[in-house]
Each structure stands twice: as C-alpha cells, then as structure tokens.
C-alpha cells in the first residue's frame, strides 16, 4: 500500500484513511499540488494568485507548507524573484499528468458516462480570437445554458497554447495541425479567400493571373509569411506567388477592415470574410485559382477515460459545425 495520502479538506476530498490514523503522517493537499503547478507555469507567485483569485500570502503559504511535507526546496527566492529548482522540474512533470488522470477518473466514475446525468465541474476552453469571436462564442452560450451547473472558461488568443501545462481541457484549432501528441477531432473545413474591395479593384485592376499579383499591394498577416498565406493550386500543386505590401497586422478582422478600406489584397479565412463578400464590401479576385483548406479541428491532451464533459463538447460543437453557417455554396469558389 502506498504510504502517501492525499487531501484536500478545502473541496471536502477529505482522506478517511489518512484522518484515521491507518497511514504515515505525511499528507498532500491537492490544493498545495495545484498551487505549485500554477506557479511553474506562470513563473511567479503574483500572477499565480490572480489566476487563483487568491492573496499572494495564501499562494506562498501552501508553496512554503509542501515545501515542508516534501523535505525538499521547490523554489529558489532571490530580490522578490523565484526560479524552480531541479526537484522542482521533475515533480511538475510526474504531477501534471496524475492530476489530469486523478481528475478524469473522479469525473467519470461521478458523472455519468451515457450522457444523461448533468455535467458539474469546470471546463477550460482555448481558441483563436477571430473563429472565437464571430462563430464559436454562440456555440458555446448555447451549451453552457444546456449545462447550467459546468463551469466554463474560455480563453480567446491567436497564440498557439500548450493544452496540458496550462489546464486546458480543450482547444479549438485553425489549420494543420502540428502537435501530434493531441488527440483530436476534425469538425470541419474552411478555404481561404483572396480579396479586396470594388474600389480598390476599380483603381488598380483585376488580377487574371498569379502573375499579376507583382502589381498590387497586399495586407500581410504578422504571424505567418506571406510565401506560405498567399498560396494557390496551379494545376496538379501549390504556388506561392510573390506578393509584397507595406501594412501587416496580426488579427484577421483587422486585415479584413484595411482590406474593406481599398487599402490592398487580403487573403483571409472563409469565416472572417463571408459576410463582406455577401454584403458586396470585398470580392473575390482569381477565383480560377484555388486555394488552401484549412481544418477546424479540437485538439485535447490524452486522458482515459475521457471525461463526460469533454466528450459532449466536442459532440456539440462538431454537430453545430457539420454544416459551417458562414459558407454559402452560391459565394464559394469552384475546386480545381
């Protein structure tokens, strides 16, 4: 039998055995394990205890008692800074995933696997700003009221977020994905769109060809390079036109709105630009020319068994997202 007895009194986890004297004294708090792994991944005990909602006294005071259970330093203190030490890095990566597995297990056992008794808990959401915003945020609503008792936290940011070390349960993902160790489901495609405004296209042309691209300026997108955004079939493979501008701007809806301005080429995702394209503020130029798909796809770390809430989650959105409300056969350009 192991001799480690893990407790966490606040949340009424209480450890019977433990409490009764048939297990060595030292004990783990879930709450101090939780904490701990909070500020590896945060880096200080400020930021630890704003995503906590506690005091940085309380933060501290649990860092400082598993120090105590533990017998071993966790953290080096020096000028108000904190650098984990090396017992510290190895206790992180045995932890994360036992406290994922603990988690899942209890949601599991609890909360019913056939989908009928009522999701409890909390579910951590990552997605992109854009996709976010205008399409999955009424997706989610409309879950979160068929769910009244799951708590749900959705981060939107267009940065890539690593799932596990940051405690989310899910991420919703645009494009190929490229961290294997994910499980993941495919919930639906979406193409990118060259465009740009009647006016500017009145001013300076239509391009007929890739060729003609050289003669325009397009809008870049800071995060990616415009060899591998501006990206067309030319019969039987992909090319990569050259295509240069002066304003690049990281966000879609930004693009979207210089674009909608005359101020150049945009290549943007089918979900940003649709409602432009059919309230007659962009067109689509080269359509002879098709261009990438992109997956939508949710991403999640492996866990087994899979927890309820995470399951129905994916099942919801992937039914919402079976026909993409955003693409209207009659704008879609035709597949080579």
């Known amino acids: 039998m192991s001799n480690i007895a893990f407790c966490a009194d606040e949340r009424s986890w209480a450890c019977a055995a433990a409490a009764t004297g048939y297990l060595p004294a030292m004990r783990y708090d879930l709450n ?4 701990f792994l909070t500020v590896m991944e945060l880096g200080t005990v400020t ?6 909602n506690l005091s940085k006294s309380v933060v501290s005071k649990r860092i400082t008692d598993l120090e105590a259970t533990l017998g071993a330093a966790l953290f080096r203190r020096n000028a108000g800074r904190i650098t984990p030490t090396e017992a510290a890095m190895h206790l992180a990566e045995r932890l994360r995933p036992a406290l994922n597995e603990l988690v899942a297990a209890a949601e599991s056992t609890a909360w019913d696997m056939d989908g009928v008794a ?7 959401i990552s997605a992109p700003m854009s996709f976010g915003i205008l399409h999955l945020g009424p997706i989610i609503a409309r879950f979160a009221a068929q769910n009244p008792e799951l708590e749900i936290k959705v981060d939107y940011d267009d940065r890539t977020r690593d799932l596990a070390r940051e405690g989310y349960d899910i991420g919703i993902r645009v494009g190929k994905l490229r961290d294997k160790a994910l499980m993941q489901r495919k919930l ?3 193409e990118s769109v060259a465009c740009a405004s009647p006016a500017y296209l009145d001013a300076h ?5 890739l060729a003609d691209l050289r003669d325009h300026q397009v809008i870049g997108y800071s995060h990616m390079p415009n060899s591998q955004l501006w990206q067309f079939q030319d019969r039987d493979r992909f090319v990569a036109p050259l295509v240069e501008g002066r304003i690049s701007l990281n966000n879609g809806e930004a693009i979207r709105d210089m674009a909608v ?6 290549m943007l995702p089918g979900f940003i630009v649709a409602s432009a394209v059919a309230d007659g503020l962009l067109e689509r130029i080269l359509t002879g020319f098709p261009t990438r798909r ?3 796809v949710a991403v999640w770390p492996p866990v087994a068994p899979m927890p309820a809430k995470l399951r129905r989650f994916i099942d919801h959105v992937a039914a919402e997202l079976k026909d993409p409300p955003w693409q209207d056969p009659a704008t879609q350009a035709p597949r080579g």
């Open 261 to 266: 301005q005359g101020l150049g080429l945009a």
């Open 47 to 52: 930021a630890a205890a704003a995503r906590m």
């Open 294 to 296: 992109m997956p939508i």
């Open 188 to 190: 639906c495609e979406d």
């Open 32 to 35: 101090d394990l939780e904490t």
């Open 118 to 124: 009522p999701l409890r808990g909390s579910l951590s």
């Open 205 to 209: 042309g239509r391009p007929e060809s």
